[in-house]
């Protein structure tokens, strides 16, 4: 059975940069391919990075494109977010998502994922 654990949200002045970070467990990290999506009250749950099982090919949203890294480390279980130059509508809770496949392809609708970790809040005072 896959577990997500993220860690790493909090709360950071606009400008301010925050790393989060996702623990898989259960099964074979490197057969799963990776999203970060992020949701807040009245929205739809949109995707923020993703990363194929080799993290040879990611993906950005354009609010994030460019301020936002997402990275692996298959060797370690883990799948990293790295948010600089956070803005006031970075606010939402985080969620890390795998889906199961080795693609070249980075999925971005959150009904693509099979599992999903519990999120952690990122707070961005302005």
């Known amino acids: 059975q896959v577990r997500l654990v993220e860690s790493g949200g909090g709360k950071v002045q606009s400008g301010g940069s925050l790393r989060l970070s996702c623990a898989l467990s259960?099964?074979?990290?490197?057969?799963?391919?990776m999203g970060w999506f992020r949701q807040t009250p009245g929205k739809e749950r949109e995707i923020v990075a993703g990363?194929?099982?080799?993290?040879?090919?990611?993906l950005y949203s354009d609010s994030v494109k460019g301020r936002f890294i997402v990275s692996r480390d298959n060797a370690a279980n883990t799948v990293s977010l790295l948010m600089d130059d956070l803005k006031f509508e970075d606010t939402a809770i985080y969620l890390c998502?795998?889906?199961?496949?080795?693609?070249?392809?980075?999925?971005?609708?959150?009904?693509?994922?099979?599992?999903w970790g519990q999120g952690t809040q990122v707070t961005v005072s302005s």
């Open positions: 990363i194929t099982w080799s993290g040879r090919i990611v």
């Open positions: 998502a795998a889906r199961y496949a080795r693609s070249t392809v980075v999925n971005t609708r959150d009904n693509e994922y099979q599992h």
């Open positions: 259960g099964r074979t990290f490197s057969d799963y391919a």
